[in-house]
């Protein structure tokens, strides 16, 4: 029977009075075969777009004459459901002959990496063996309508795996679609599976997918009934599903996994980082434990780890595998090159004390020996061998009742690994109130450390913390309460005072003419110039007043004032021409879309010394300052307005030249004559040397990087370790030394893994037929450029 096929476009008939299937948009293809129409099928994918596909619907019919419209609806389908169907006719009957479970590792940090579990993963095999992973598997299923019954195959199978390859003492993490769930009978159907293979309700995990939006309040009443049962919960991928926190606050989840696309990179992202803080903190306040997915750099471990994480699953450890195996990857050695960096500068290290130790096999004699030679000590901490078991306490050391020492120990108080940002001890101090004695230090191999006094610390965090308001977060300089209190205490009590009000030129105008980042790094040039020429001089203080605004605070009269202030225009002239356009540097001034002109980096500095009358106060300080900047205002170009009558006006004389980049250029040769390979402390002498530098690599002549990166020691964590065989062709660093074979200087930039300005450097490295063999790259912040800069060598 000849057969025709009838496509069209349901939307473009959705406001039809009478629909019919016929029109302009109507394509009638005829076949006879089941292999005629496959290949007409195979025609119109290759022809039309997914979006149109998804839109269009197929009827087929003995003949092209209109038919009832209510038949036609009922023999209408997808294009995409009425494809796969005849494509994949087996996924119409039984499914399990084509799944396998695969199963990938859950390792615990806790536990040095040994494996905590299983998450059984779904594996799909065509008839013509091809294999499909879980994604790909149910978006082919979803197109004949049949995810439901796949997602029951897959959590039969993966049972029976659990049943006779896995041990019990090892949960299994099945995947469950929220419909399947909320489906009648699927919970009996999963505990008569339990019963049949004799699994311990404990040992499952029913891991929710969130595969579509759904209510978060009616998912929370069925997973209240599958805990009621035993079985335990997880949410998969928090962070990147439809609901997101709302379904963790909803679902009392025992576990929660972190999407890995919130997990990758997260200590070199910002928003990433803050999100996972906030699941963190939620999870932590609901007491779910976090698993962290997609693991695969060390890097990612690490954070992981210092967050405060217990449980990890990824490729770094093992790949999915048919057969469930113990043996993943070992934990990465905590190398200081890969250790996450932590933006405070609180150590917990400085607050580790290594307290009073006792072994567990000492007899209660040498205990109450110990304590009679340290008097002021309350408590020991018994170890086995370098493992700590518990505490001893003074008092029951000497109690008349005890005969041996196991009999009064009393367990161990909170444990904590000795490398623990100070944000996630701050978070445990908000979830353990308890009033703890003191709290355990342990390395990563779990050995004893040393012991910390909890309210110590606290007190340590809310100091730091308070001080560090009264620092402008710019440029780290003293701002705020603490920079008006100074400099009204001086006035008040020194008669000698003097103050410098350093102010950048247009600096609003640049802010309009090149952005608000370059405008950022403009002010922390100028802040680490003066702090650099300051840093250890006697009676002075350097004040960020804030914007572009600089202060300097004299306890007597400086002789050579006028000199310094003079050096620090030119040294800022000499460094800021990396923040402008070349185009802008030749001309001498840049222009802004009101088509006004404004001069290249100039500053206005004015000196207030008390010539024109006393100073009472910081307000009557700041008024005089403002008339003599008003007199530099009107100058064109840098200058320094002296107090005086009439005010004295000194312009630079003479155009300062700074050798800087000659001595960083110098710094990068020099490091030719070091022998340089894989070892990623290979040039750690040098950065003892050249400080300077933040991180050092070297790249091929095709721009892949050669080795992995050197790392200034004082930059672990903020720089990621790695980066051996990537791509750096692109760059502007490797193209303009590649073309030109000479030295090559960037622009300033904002560094996204430090967070900070700086700036590029790379040199050719060519060979006795001057060809080039290698460059050697190199990033300098702003501090060290000043560093560089200064004539004080």
Not at 74 to 84: E, G, K, L
Not at 85 to 108: A, F, G, N, T
Not at 257 to 266: L, Q, S, T, Y
Not at 575 to 596: C, I, M, P, Q
């Amino acid at each position: 029977m000849e057969l025709f096929l009838h496509i069209f476009d349901a939307n473009s008939h959705a406001n039809m009075d009478s629909p019919r299937f016929s029109g302009t948009n109507k394509t009638s293809l005829s076949y006879h075969t089941e292999t005629e129409l496959l290949q007409v099928l195979d025609q119109i994918i290759a022809r039309e777009s997914v979006h149109t596909l998804k839109d269009t619907w197929v009827l087929v019919s003995e003949d092209n004459h209109p038919i009832d419209p209510m038949a036609a609806l009922q023999a209408t389908m997808p294009f995409n459901t009425f494809y796969a169907r005849h494509k994949y006719p087996w996924l119409l009957s039984e499914l399990e002959p084509h799944v396998q479970m695969h199963y990938q590792p859950i390792v615990d940090f806790g536990q040095g990496g040994k494996v905590f579990g299983f998450e059984a993963l779904c594996r799909l095999k065509t008839p013509e063996g091809k294999w499909l992973n879980g994604m790909e598997a149910f978006e082919l299923a979803a197109e004949v309508k049949r995810t439901h019954e796949l997602d029951l195959a897959c959590q039969h199978l993966a049972l029976i795996g659990k049943s006779q390859s896995i041990s019990a003492d090892k949960p299994i993490f099945i995947n469950v679609l929220p419909q399947t769930i909320m489906s009648p009978g699927w919970l009996d159907f999963i505990l008569q599976i339990l019963q049949q293979q004799a699994i311990d309700k404990r040992d499952v995990v029913i891991e929710i997918v969130e595969s579509e939006k759904t209510n978060p309040e009616i998912l929370a009443r069925y997973c209240d009934e599958i805990r009621m049962h035993g079985l335990r919960i997880a949410l998969d991928d928090m962070g990147s599903g439809f609901n997101g926190l709302r379904i963790l606050a909803e679902v009392r989840a025992d576990f929660i996994k972190i999407d890995r696309a919130i997990v990758h990179e997260a200590q070199g992202s910002r928003v990433r980082t803050v999100l996972l803080e906030a699941i963190i903190s939620m999870a932590q306040r609901l007491g779910c434990t976090i698993i962290a997915e997609g693991l695969e750099r060390v890097e990612d471990i690490t954070y992981c780890q210092d967050l405060g994480l217990n449980y990890a699953q990824g490729h770094y450890f093992a790949h999915p595998q048919s057969v469930p195996s113990d043996q993943v990857t070992e934990l990465p050695a905590r190398d200081e090159s890969h250790r996450s960096h932590v933006p405070d500068d609180f150590h917990i290290g400085e607050f580790i004390s290594h307290g009073l130790t006792i072994d567990v096999s000492s007899s209660i004699a040498e205990a109450r020996s110990l304590f009679n030679i340290h008097i002021d000590v309350a408590i020991a901490v018994v170890l086995d061998g370098k493992t700590p078991l518990g505490v001893l306490r003074r008092g029951k050391a000497f109690s008349k009742k005890v005969t041996g020492l196991g009999a009064c120990c009393d367990p161990l108080p909170k444990v904590i690994n000795h490398l623990i940002p100070s944000s996630v001890l701050a978070r445990l101090f908000y979830l353990d109130r308890a009033n703890t004695d003191i709290w355990i230090t342990v390395n990563e191999e779990g050995a004893y450390v040393g012991i910390l006094q909890p309210m110590e610390i606290m007190a340590q965090l809310i100091s730091r913390k308070a001080s560090t308001g009264n620092l402008h977060p710019l440029s780290h300089l003293t701002t705020g309460p603490t920079l008006r209190q100074t400099l009204d205490n001086s006035l008040r009590n020194n008669p000698n005072t003097q103050l410098v009000y350093i102010d950048l030129d247009h600096f609003k105008a640049y802010n309009d003419r090149y952005g608000f980042i370059r405008g950022d790094a403009m002010i922390r040039l100028l802040s680490e110039i003066i702090r650099q020429e300051f840093q250890d001089k006697a009676g002075v203080m350097v004040g960020h007043i804030g914007g572009d605004d600089f202060v300097l605070i004299y306890d007597h009269n400086a002789p050579t004032l006028t000199d310094i202030l003079l050096h620090i225009i030119s040294q800022f002239q000499a460094l800021a021409v990396h923040l402008y356009d070349a185009s802008d540097l030749e001309r001498g001034f840049f222009t802004t879309e009101d088509g006004k002109d404004h001069p290249v980096a100039s500053v206005s500095i004015a000196v207030v010394n008390g010539k024109q009358g006393l100073l009472e106060n910081s307000v009557v300080a700041a008024e005089r300052a403002a008339m003599l900047k008003k007199i530099g205002k009107a100058n064109i170009g840098s200058i320094v307005v002296v107090e005086d009558t009439p005010p004295q006006t000194i312009l630079p004389k003479k155009e300062f030249y700074s050798d800087w980049q000659q001595r960083a250029l110098s710094a990068l040769q020099s490091l030719l004559k070091i022998q340089r390979s894989t070892g990623s402390h290979d040039l750690d002498s040098c950065f003892a040397e050249f400080p300077y530098f933040e991180v050092i690599f070297e790249l091929e002549p095709n721009g892949v990087q050669r080795y992995a990166n050197w790392i200034n020691p004082n930059m672990y964590g903020k720089i990621k370790a790695g980066g051996a065989g990537i791509d750096r062709s692109q760059q502007a660093y490797y193209q303009r030394v590649a073309e030109s074979h000479a030295p090559y200087i960037s622009t300033i930039y904002l560094s996204t893994a430090t967070e900070d300005f700086c700036l590029t450097v790379s040199l050719p490295i060519l060979n006795e037929q001057g060809q080039l063999e290698s460059i050697l790259v190199a990033d300098i912040n702003i501090a060290a450029m000043a560093v560089l800069s200064s004539t004080r060598k």
